[in-house]
């Protein structure tokens, strides 16, 4: 957000330079710091005294190196304390959905798996009954891969397992398919940070759809947009995939996350059923 109403001007230098301590990740030398606030050395250490006054920065006596101190901490945490990640969806997802002339869905995990909490129509109708309420299963499914690749694999595996056993009671969408394939698919969406079907489960409806992550990595919500399958772009440069992952990213960087914790391992993609579960069966 752009504010263009004057401010003051040391309050912003200060911000740059507990910026550059944040980007560092680190405990970070006083040249370092100045030059990531394009001030020098000598304007650094003045700043950096009273930031250790209140607080926001500490100095290592040993190394002379300078962190986040523990009144930053404690603001970081009140500011996680008063965020509802549902609720800022929601105030947005109309602005995402006129913006990619598509249907958006936001999803959270509920009892029995994937289930949309908020629909936004575009003006482009989509023939698929997705509105509030709509379990959308695991394999076969934009959204449900998205939560098969990033949830924790204690609530997905056995919906999973379930869905391969008896295809037909998850309307087919996981129809032919073997755990090797889920694995593949659970790997891609990792790699990739995405998910997306073309013209399945529903004939002619293609989706898109990106994770929220929170400050922990964990996944928060879904955010599918979804249309007409001439409409849909799912080419590897589509300026839709584009701008549904540059707004999950900001949801997540809102909520103290980086919008991409694709390298952690995920026990679907990397490991083999824990014997005498529900996957003995599709060995």
């Known amino acids: 957000m752009t504010i263009r109403s004057r401010g003051v001007q040391s309050v912003e230098i200060a911000g740059r330079i507990l910026e550059a301590l944040m980007r560092a990740g680190r405990a970070a030398m006083l040249r370092d710091l100045a030059a990531g606030a394009a001030i020098t050395p000598a304007q650094a250490h003045a700043y950096l005294v009273s930031l250790r006054k209140l607080g926001l920065v500490e100095q290592d006596g040993a190394s002379g190196r300078y962190r986040l101190g523990p009144f930053a901490l404690r603001l970081g945490l009140a500011r996680l304390r008063g965020l509802d990640p549902l609720r800022m969806a929601a105030e947005t997802i109309g602005q995402l959905s006129d913006q990619l002339d598509l249907m958006v869905a936001i999803t ?28 959308f299963a695991l394999t076969g ?3 449900g891969w998205v939560f098969a690749a990033f949830a924790a694999p204690a609530l997905v595996e056995d919906m999973i397992a379930a869905e391969l056993a008896n295809p037909a009671h998850s309307q087919r969408v996981a129809s032919g398919m073997r755990l090797e394939d889920v694995r593949r698919m659970v790997a891609r969406v990792r790699e990739l940070g995405y998910a997306t079907t073309a013209g399945a489960p529903v004939p002619g409806v293609s989706a898109i759809s990106a994770p929220v992550f929170d400050h922990g990595g964990q996944i928060q919500l879904a955010v599918t947009a979804m249309g007409p399958s ?40 990397t490991a083999p059923c824990p014997a005498l579960s529900p996957c003995d069966a599709l060995r």
């Open 108 to 135: 959270v995990w509920g009892d029995h798996g994937p289930t949309v909490v908020q629909v936004h129509e575009a003006a482009t109708q989509v023939h698929a009954n997705v509105r509030a309420g709509t379990l």
């Open 141 to 143: 499914t934009a959204t």
């Open 230 to 269: 001439g409409l849909v772009d799912l080419g590897p440069e589509s300026p839709q995939i584009a701008a549904l992952r540059a707004y999950t990213g900001a949801l997540s960087g809102q909520l103290g996350g980086d919008g991409a914790p694709f390298s952690s391992p995920h026990a679907l993609a």
